[in-house]
């Protein structure tokens, strides 16, 4: 079975930064792309980041030059690196493979901008 564990959100004030990971299984994680999803309590999913199987990047325009997608495919491992947050960042962190097909979501992890 294709598995996600992400990890890393808390609460943390507006300006702060935050590292979340995404532990992948049941795969050749070094064979996919990766993305990071959000998802704020009655509004859509929406994609934030993703990377591709050779490290390519792209970046929803909200967060561009706050936050980092990278991988580690020795440790099965994607992240996501977010600086300068804001109280609109504020949401459940998801990730997945590309091609994102069907996708099964985990838990997720929460991630909370105070103000």
């Known amino acids: 079975q294709v598995q996600f564990v992400e990890s890393g959100g808390g609460l943390v004030q507006p300006g702060g930064s935050l590292r979340l990971s995404c532990v992948a299984s049941?795969?050749?994680?070094?064979?996919?792309?990766m993305a990071w999803y959000r998802q704020t309590p009655g509004k859509q999913r929406e994609l934030v980041a993703q990377i591709s199987s050779h490290g390519g990047t792209s970046y929803m325009d909200s967060v561009k030059g706050r936050f980092t997608i990278s991988r580690d495919d020795a440790k099965n491992t994607a992240y996501l690196q977010m600086n300068a947050l804001n109280v609109e960042d504020t949401a459940t962190y998801y990730c997945?493979?590309?091609?994102?097909?069907?996708?099964?979501w985990g838990v997720g992890t929460q991630v909370t901008v105070s103000s």
């Open positions: 997945y493979r590309l091609p994102s097909v069907r996708p099964t």
């Open positions: 049941g795969f050749t994680f070094s064979n996919w792309g």
